[in-house]
């Protein structure tokens, strides 16, 4: 997959992908990896300002959130490239609210998604995986619950042919030099470096792959 200076890129997930942009401004980008990658894929432009980049990003958000405001967040904006990050939130309202997302409900509605969005838009899609730096001795539990979850991403990514950005492969990788809390201080959310590390790995998956088959 190669980014051209006409396409529209469109970013939607949770408070990762948010990362406090301002909603009131439609070109905000917050400060994590989407505004690392619209930055770097401007300055790569031979000529012009780059490829358009749109932040739907909005914290707290799980997938059924996203649902309910694809067509207006998503669909309406008619992006030639289409990245989800979500699942995160799946899991973590499951420790701290007692709410409850089965990974196969959730797996169904990321696929619903993604095929409904490669059907209307004819886009290419990409997914970033969720990811967890444990902060603490009650996070490590939590993987009972994401490791399956990430699974059923990486399912639904390759039931419609969508590139895979492997978050949690990237950040575990990188915790192996660093202190984890240099990556994400709350095993949650990334730090400035951790957001570059995310978006470098969306650079170098999304600009050298070629999309896969969809059904």
Request: hydrophobic letters at 40%; a neutral charge.
């Given at each position: ?10 970013f939607?997930?949770d408070?990762?992908?948010?990362a ?10 917050g400060t ?20 358009r ?5 909005i914290?707290?958000?799980?997938v059924y ?9 998503v ?11 979500i699942?995160i ?6 420790y ?10 959730f797996e ?8 409904d969005?490669?059907?209307?838009l ?8 969720p ?8 996070q ?16 639904a990514?390759?039931?419609n042919?969508?590139?895979v950005?492997?978050?949690d ?5 990188a ?7 240099e ?9 400035r470096?951790g957001?570059?590390l ?14 896969g088959?969809?059904?």
């Amino acid at each position: 997959m190669h980014i051209k200076n006409d396409d529209t890129l469109l970013f939607i997930g949770d408070s990762i992908t948010d990362a406090g942009r301002d909603r009131t401004d439609s070109a905000s980008l917050g400060t994590g990896y989407v505004r690392e990658i619209a930055r770097t894929l401007r300055d790569r432009a031979d000529r012009g300002p780059g490829p358009r980049v749109i932040n739907k990003g909005i914290n707290g958000n799980r997938v059924y959130d996203l649902e309910t405001r694809w067509t207006t967040d998503v669909i309406d904006h008619r992006p030639t490239v289409v990245t989800v990050k979500i699942g995160i939130n799946d899991t973590w309202r499951r420790y701290d609210r007692g709410l409850l997302s089965p990974v196969d409900v959730f797996e169904a509605c990321l696929d619903r998604l993604l095929a409904d969005t490669a059907r209307e838009l004819s886009a290419r899609l990409v997914v970033i995986t969720p990811f967890l730096l444990p902060a603490g001795p009650d996070q490590e539990s939590w993987f009972d619950d994401l490791s399956p979850r990430t699974d059923a991403v990486l399912r639904a990514a390759r039931n419609n042919g969508a590139q895979v950005v492997r978050a949690d492969l990237v950040v575990t990788r990188a915790a192996r030099d660093r202190e984890p809390a240099e990556l994400a201080p709350d095993g949650v959310h990334p730090s400035r470096l951790g957001h570059r590390l995310i978006a470098d790995a969306w650079l170098a998956a999304v600009g050298s792959a070629a999309p896969g088959p969809r059904r």
